[in-house]
Every structure is written in C-alpha cells, then in structure tokens.
C-alpha cells in the first residue's frame, strides 16, 4: 500500500514563493505517474501538474505554466512542487496523488479520477 504525505503548506503574500514537498511509502516501485492537484472551497478538484517519474516528463495545467515547477528526488521518494509568483487565485488545499500507469495525454496526466492514492493535502493560502 502506498502513502502519500504532503508538507510545504502556508501563508504566502502575492508574488511569494512555496516548495511543497509529498514523501511516498509503502509500495513506491510500482507508481509510475505522481501529481499535484488542488481544491478551493466550492470548487471542484483540478489537475496542477503531474510527472511520469519513469522518464521524468512533465504536464502543468495552462494557469500554472512559466510559475509552478514539479519536480523529483527518486532517492528519496519525494515529488517537490516550486510555486513562484503566487495569486490569490492559487488559494487552496494542495494535494499530491500517483497511480500506477503512465499518462498517454495531459487530459489524463491532470484527471483527477484517474488517481487511486491520494495524500491527505495541505493547505496553501495566498493573502496580503
């Protein structure tokens, strides 16, 4: 079984920065494909950016791209996402999710119901 715990959460003026960090556990060999996802209050979930960790390809969401980069530490089981240019817009609970297939298309790579492991999320606030 494989957990997912998220941590880099925060306050963060407009135009600050974040890394958020999610640490896998558990049976990491076998997911392929991790992603970040996020979820504002009264919205749905939304894909943010995932990564095929086999051969490092990347897929961002159009209002992240140029300002989130994900990125990895196979080593140490870690997906890292650096948030640049924060907006108030970027205010919600960030999640981190892998699956065990690799993406065909972005429309897969940021579907959020294609995802089985979730963390538990951590919360990212944009305020002045």
């Known amino acids: 079984q494989l957990q997912l715990v998220e941590s880099g959460g925060g306050l963060v003026q407009p135009g600050g920065s974040l890394r958020l960090s999610c640490v896998a556990s558990?049976?990491?060999?076998?997911?392929?494909?991790m992603g970040w996802f996020r979820q504002a209050p009264g919205k749905e979930r939304e894909g943010v950016s995932s990564?095929?960790?086999?051969?490092?390809?990347?897929y961002y969401a159009d209002s992240v791209k140029g300002r989130f980069t994900i990125s990895r530490d196979n080593a140490k089981n870690t997906v890292f996402l650096q948030m640049n240019s924060l907006k108030h817009e970027d205010t919600a609970i960030y999640y981190c999710?892998?699956?065990?297939?690799?993406?065909?298309?972005?429309?897969?790579?940021?579907?959020?119901?294609?995802?089985?492991?979730w963390g538990q999320g951590t919360q990212v606030t944009v305020a002045s």
């Open positions: 558990g049976a990491t060999l076998r997911f392929l494909t």
């Open positions: 990564m095929n960790t086999n051969d490092g390809s990347t």
């Open positions: 999710a892998a699956d065990e297939w690799l993406p065909l298309t972005t429309a897969q790579a940021l579907g959020a119901e294609e995802y089985d492991y």
